[in-house]
Antibody, heavy 122, light 112 residues
Framework: QVTLKESGPALVKPTQTLKLTCTFS??????????VTWIRQPPGKALEWLAR???????FYSTSLKTRLTISKDTSENRVVLTITNVGPDDTGTYFC??????????????WGQGTTVIVSS | DIVMTQSPLSLPVTPGEPASISCRSS???????????LDWFLQKPGQPPQLLIY???HRAPGVPDRFSGSGSGTDFTLKISRVEAEDVGIYYC?????????FGQGTKLEIK
């Protein structure tokens, strides 16, 4: 069974760096075609794609946020980490990680974590 | 970035009636291999999004066959043949052709 779970601080202060962790099981990041994506959702607003890391280490970022985002993976620990620097109130929201396994028939983000909620406030 | 535009943004539907959501992209999502990189998700209240349709028209495992996706290039449609109460939530399209991937604004389906 494939699962993903997000974790991170519930409250961060403006200008701080936010570190979010996606811990997964049921699949391996060494499998060609595996990708993990971070997506966020401000309260009452639409989904926003943030970043993606692929099995081969390729990384991709949101155009508007790329100077503040870093995505990395720890294959041995089955984790993907997203850091956001210099956070502000607009970074408040729920953060999801999701998986796509391009080696399977289902070519899409077929498994999501439950999300972790972050509030940016002093 | 590719801009995704959904309509309508609000969709009240009577149970048993059909429903349709449109999604348009600012660039063609048709890849040279003949596949459209357009996905549909449903986010039920208090839940993470779930994949409904991938590559424009392929239902994800476990998705009822009353859901169907169609379209090509820049115009796509999600149809529900007969809406049920459990279909309430916000529907999003997402283009997966180019990074960064981008979502539509969402369409909120509610039961009349």
């Amino acid at each position: 069974q494939v699962t993903l779970k997000e974790s991170g601080p519930a409250l961060v202060k403006p200008t701080q760096t936010l570190k979010l962790t996606c811990t997964f099981s049921g699949f391996s990041f060494t499998t060609p075609g595996v990708r993990v994506t971070w997506i966020r959702q401000p309260p009452g607003k639409a989904l926003e794609w943030l970043a993606r890391i692929d099995w081969n280490g390729d990384r991709f970022y949101s155009t508007s946020l790329k100077t503040r985002l870093t995505i990395s993976k720890d294959t041995s620990e089955n984790r993907v980490v997203l850091t956001i620097t210099n956070v502000g109130p607009d970074d408040t929201g729920t953060y999801f990680c999701a998986r796509m396994d391009g080696s399977t028939v289902v070519y899409g983000l077929d498994v999501w974590g439950q999300g972790t909620t972050v509030i940016v406030s002093s | 970035d590719i801009v995704m535009t959904q309509s309508p943004l609000s969709l009240p539907v009577t149970p048993g009636e059909p429903a349709s959501i449109s999604c348009r992209s600012s660039q063609s999502l048709l890849h040279s291999i003949g596949k459209n990189y357009l996905d549909w998700f449903l986010q039920k209240p208090g839940q993470p999004p779930q994949l409904l349709i991938y590559l424009g028209s392929h239902r994800a495992p476990g998705v009822p066959d009353r859901f169907s996706g169609s379209g090509s290039g820049t115009d796509f449609t999600l149809k529900i043949s007969r809406v049920e109460a459990e279909d309430v939530g916000i529907y999003y399209c997402m283009q997966a052709l180019q990074v960064p991937h981008t979502f539509g604004q969402g369409t909120k389906l509610e039961i009349k």
